[in-house]
């Protein structure tokens, strides 16, 4: 009985332990299995239109799909993992295959995302006015697609003094000037017909044309007919109709170019007054002309000079006006030579002084009114003697052989007669 109950308690011992041991191996495999469970990580991976879940202790993206042992070419596909380390996501999506027409160049290229994106990738750079057909720059395009990339050209156009660029990828002249905002008219000149086609470095100059009408008046001097009269002494002559000037207007068309003036073309003439001639009377009264032989009295009743000639002005020259043998003045300021007219004729000057032999009509321009003088004839055989300018005289209007220095008063007719016109000297005292 004991050696049984020895082998009884022997057993009991012996699967006590075969238990302890095994209940063990349990609580260490559940417990390793649960840590394992508790520190794994479950990524998804969206692949040709399925999902795949994998549980994995990999920390980057690139692991996991090395992991998942999925057949993923990265030269034909593309990888999202924008989602990865949020959400545990991993797309996959075939890259998208692209016909891309650029002028004369042709070739595939693939991609994914915008198209822009694409074409960057592929280092294709769209310029800021280029045009894309077939597709939108920054939209999603579909596998397949094909585009064609139209090049914007620039076009330089010249107006105004001012260059302005525009760019186009085609159209003509007319095109580019409507983008530009620069109109032309019918007289400018375009460089180029506006039907023509936009290539590369296109150049358009207008130039500016402009027409203006420009009148111009002028003068038309009046001319002067001269009348003989009798009633009027030699020597003597009166405006019988006073002549008044014309005017004529011409009409030019001047042209512009770029704002200077190139041609005046002359369009038209017309006369819009016409000139009024002036009628002369010129006295041919020579009945006295040869009183006393040119060198007798002139009835004189001025002053008795030193040679014993009486002077034919009446005025009584100053005690301190001395003369020479020659009735010259010794002292005085100045002196002119011309001729001299003499006149009979009128009550009172221009002045308001009397007339009377001494009173002498200049032009007040060159000798001023109330100028006292003394006066000679230069062929010696008149002396008019001491004077004064009180009158402007009609000879101001005459040049030339006609210019005439003064008009002297004379006492009578007999003696305008005799003196008429001859050379004399003024002095100014």
Not at 13 to 27: D, G, K, L, P
Not at 206 to 232: A, H
Not at 263 to 284: D, F, H, W
Not at 285 to 303: C, D, I, K, L
Request: hydrophobic share 35%; with cysteine; net charge negative.
């Amino acid at each position: 009985m004991v050696t049984k109950f020895k082998k009884a308690g022997s057993y009991i011992v012996e699967h006590r332990a075969r238990f302890a041991t095994t209940f063990i191996c349990f609580v260490l495999c559940a417990a390793n299995l649960f840590l394992t469970v508790s520190g794994a990580n479950t990524v998804k991976v969206y692949y040709n239109g399925e999902e795949h879940e994998i549980s994995t202790y990999r920390t980057s993206a690139d692991d996991v799909l090395e992991q998942s042992r999925l057949d993923i070419d990265p030269e034909t596909c593309f990888i999202d993992t924008s989602l990865f380390e949020e959400y545990g996501i991993i797309s996959v999506e075939p890259l998208n295959e692209i016909t891309v027409i650029d002028g004369e160049s042709k070739s595939v290229i693939k991609g994914h995302g915008l198209l822009k994106d694409i074409l960057a990738a592929n280092d294709i750079t769209l310029g800021e006015y280029d045009k894309v057909e077939g597709g939108e720059a920054d939209s999603y395009i579909e596998n397949g697609s094909t585009i064609t990339i139209n090049r914007a050209h620039s076009v330089m156009i010249s107006a105004d003094g001012e260059v302005t660029t525009v760019y186009l990828t085609e159209g003509t002249v007319a095109d580019a000037l409507n983008i530009a905002v620069i109109t032309a008219d019918d007289d400018d000149i375009i460089s180029a017909p506006l039907d023509t086609k936009i290539t590369e470095n296109t150049s358009i100059k207008i130039t500016r044309i402009e027409y203006k009408e420009r009148k111009d008046v002028q003068t038309i001097k009046y001319t002067t007919k001269k009348e003989e009269t009798g009633t009027l002494n030699a020597g003597q002559s009166k405006v019988k109709q006073a002549g008044v000037d014309g005017e004529k207007v011409f009409t030019y068309e001047d042209k512009y170019v770029d704002g200077k003036l190139e041609e005046s073309t002359l369009k038209n003439t017309e006369t819009t007054k016409e000139a009024v001639e002036e009628i002369l009377l010129v006295g041919t009264n020579r009945s006295t002309a040869v009183f006393a032989a040119e060198g007798g009295s002139t009835g004189g009743q001025g002053a008795k000079t030193a040679s014993g000639v009486r002077t034919i002005s009446v005025m009584t020259p100053p005690a301190s006006l001395e003369l020479t043998s020659d009735n010259i003045p010794v002292s005085y300021k100045k002196k002119y030579v011309g001729n001299a007219t003499a006149y009979h004729c009128g009550t009172h000057t221009s002045t308001g002084a009397a007339v009377r032999p001494g009173v002498v009509a200049v032009n007040p321009n060159q000798i001023p009114y109330h100028t006292k003088m003394w006066i000679v004839s230069n062929d010696g055989k008149f002396v008019y003697g001491y004077c004064s300018a009180e009158d402007t005289g009609g000879f101001i209007y005459f040049t030339g052989k006609k210019a005439t220095l003064c008009d002297l008063y004379m006492p009578s007719l007999d003696a305008c007669s005799a003196f008429g016109r001859r050379a004399v000297t003024i002095y100014i005292l």
